[in-house]
């Protein structure tokens, strides 16, 4: 509803297929059950890769087995949206299901770790593509009027998946194998593409996007080099052998030509425009850093309390749910914080601080440290991670203008995975540094233990304890002080944190700062006009007040708050290619037609509309009081929407003008309020 939008809105993309009742939350549920499995496979095997080693060998590459997945997903995230819009977003999360049914079942059938790594990078490219669809599903089935409180559901099953990934894996591992970490994936993403098939509607796919294949594949090729190199480096190779330099001045090299194709991109995948902006480049350094250290220490914290302390996988699960509750008691608290009070800088301050402290006080851990003492460490880390992560997201989204929002909240995505790659592969690197150094003396100096007694944890400590005590310090050493070498990267983290820009955070983006999804990179790639769709939502509603009518009564017209509300739905509905049918509006509102019928009569008998109650149109009189209305509300919304500097005055007209049709369509077709709330303000979202 603008000046300039009395005819219908742009259909640049498939009009959504609203769901109500019980569809809705059966098409939710397999929408979120596809989302848990992407998002638990991320973790669940720190648990289980202890044992896994024991069973595949090469040691030496263990954290391969969670980096293949970091990057698979990674590289895939960046195209799988624009997918979506093509060829249906139904279609993609179907075949994204088929895609990781084929790699869980690969993995779990592994007989050798460059088997399973292989699989791994298959099962991320079908959890990418979960990931993203599903985020974007949200805005097929879910009315915008609705959709914050089920995107944020959305958020949280990711982010308490990922969470609870390694209890999972240990159960999974110590009661049947850990084969079944994988295996337990396949029946239920049967029923998952059994259920999308019959419960999430289809929507027919839109224009061609302009995907950036060169963009896409230069980047993934850069960065897994690099992180070959960081894995590789003093393990199979020498650090100063031509293979390692050559990783590493090849990955920089394909990154150097990722910059130039970026440059010249018609629709690039990451714009280097954005990077002129501090608040993006540091939000951005800071995601990096903060995937490193989670990703890094939710690794290789099983294997301490394993090899260490003797404790069995499930154990090991249960010991990483201090790290838990810190981190969520953190993320919350400060999203509701950021939500209330728009100021977040402190936040990633302190969280730097505290990182650096719960590593500094793990790399104190012994094999004689206490169960309380251990989780008061792992608490405090997680206290620490929860206040870095949460907001960065939501900083981004308030600092870059509207027509970029999309890319550059899949920017800051694309870093924290990058960085949760780098992090389990330097630390996995470290790892088997610092215990090739120390094993082979502790091994001399433990009589009768032999190679296969290392072969798993539970082997070990079958033995008794002072014949183990020298191997048992030489795992302890060796992870401790992968802990402390971590301590630096924190506090990069708290320096980053000090150059933050604080910028005013966008009334209309407070309230999601609540969602935890974003803190746990849950990867997004929603278009831009659906997000500024979200935006202008939170900004009429986000203070739990509809401003809509009071913005529209105003002394510069004689109609009443009743009146300019009939008036906009015949607009909405007629601009949108709609029957204005009273009868129809009144149902969706549960009242019953005779209730409204005065109302319309009375806008037809003042000159504003026309025809019957059945099939109403505007008149000119009432199209020049739309365009009177839509002045003041486009004026008000320009004035109040942050980020929108650059933009052109008609490009915002023209999504304000899909945003409020779309919301008096959707009330037409997705009659769910109750009766006493029918009244209160629905002329737009």
Known sequence: M?????????????????????????????????????????????????????????????????????????????????????????????????????????????????????????????????????????????????????????????????????????????????????YVNVPLALIVIVAARFTIPKVPGGAKPRIDYAGMATVALGASMLVLATSFGGTTYPWASWQIIGLLVGGVAVLGVFVLIEHHAVEPILPLRLFRSKVFSDCCALAFVVGFTMLGAMTFLPTFFQYVEGVTATQSGFRMLPLVLGLLATAITSGNIVSKTGRYKVFPVVGGLVMGLGLFLLSTMEPSTSVWQSATYLFVLGMGIGLSMQVLTIIVQASVPYADLGVATSGVTFFRTMGSAFGAAIFGTLYANFLSDRLPTAIAESPGVTPQDLATPSALHQLEDSVIAPIVTAYSDSLTQVFLWAVPVALVAFVLALFLPQVRLADSLAPEANDIGPGFGAPESLPNQEILSRRIANLLYGRRRDRVLD???????????????????????????????????????????????????????????????????????????????????????????????????????????????????????????????????????
Not at 606 to 620: H, K, P, S, V
Request: aromatic content about 6%.
């Open 551 to 685: 913005l529209l009564e105003s002394d510069e017209t004689d109609l009443d708050a009743a009146s300019i509300w009939a008036i906009v739905q015949v607009y909405g509905l007629t601009a949108s290619g709609h029957r204005a049918d009273v009868a129809q509006v009144a149902w969706s509102r549960h009242l019953p037609a005779a209730v409204l019928e005065p109302l319309f009569r009375q806008v037809v008998a003042a000159g504003y509309a026309e025809g019957n109650l059945d099939d109403l149109t505007l008149t000119a009189q009432g199209r020049a009081t739309i365009d009177r209305l839509s002045d003041d509300l486009s004026a008000w919304i320009l004035d109040n929407l942050e980020g929108m500097e650059g933009e052109t005055q008609e490009g915002v007209a023209e999504a304000i003008a899909f945003v409020v049709q779309r919301i008096v369509v959707e009330r037409v077709e997705s009659p769910v309020r109750p009766p006493a709330a029918a009244l209160a303000g629905d002329a737009a979202p």
């Open 2 to 182: 603008t000046a300039t939008a009395t005819s219908p809105a742009p259909a640049a993309s498939p009009t959504p297929t609203f769901l109500t009742g019980r569809a809705r939350v059966v098409a939710f549920s397999t929408i979120g059950l596809g989302m848990l499995l992407a998002a638990l496979d991320g973790t669940i095997v720190s648990t289980a890769l202890p044992t896994i080693v024991g069973d595949l060998g090469g040691g030496n590459h263990v954290s391969w087995v969670v980096t293949s997945y970091l990057l698979a997903q990674t590289a895939v995230t960046v195209v799988v949206g624009k997918l979506g819009d093509q060829f249906g977003r139904k279609l993609v999360f179907q075949l994204s299901v088929t895609i990781f049914i084929i790699g869980s079942a690969l993995c779990g059938l592994a007989d050798g770790m460059t088997w399973l790594i292989a699989s791994r990078a298959l099962q991320g490219i079908g959890a990418g593509g979960l990931t993203v669809t599903a985020t974007a599903l949200i805005a097929d089935i879910i009315p915008l009027r609705e959709r914050g409180k089920f995107q944020g559901a959305l958020g949280a099953v990711f982010g308490v998946a990922t969470v609870i990934g390694p209890l999972l894996g240990g159960l999974l591992t110590d009661n049947v194998s850990w084969r079944w970490c994988f």
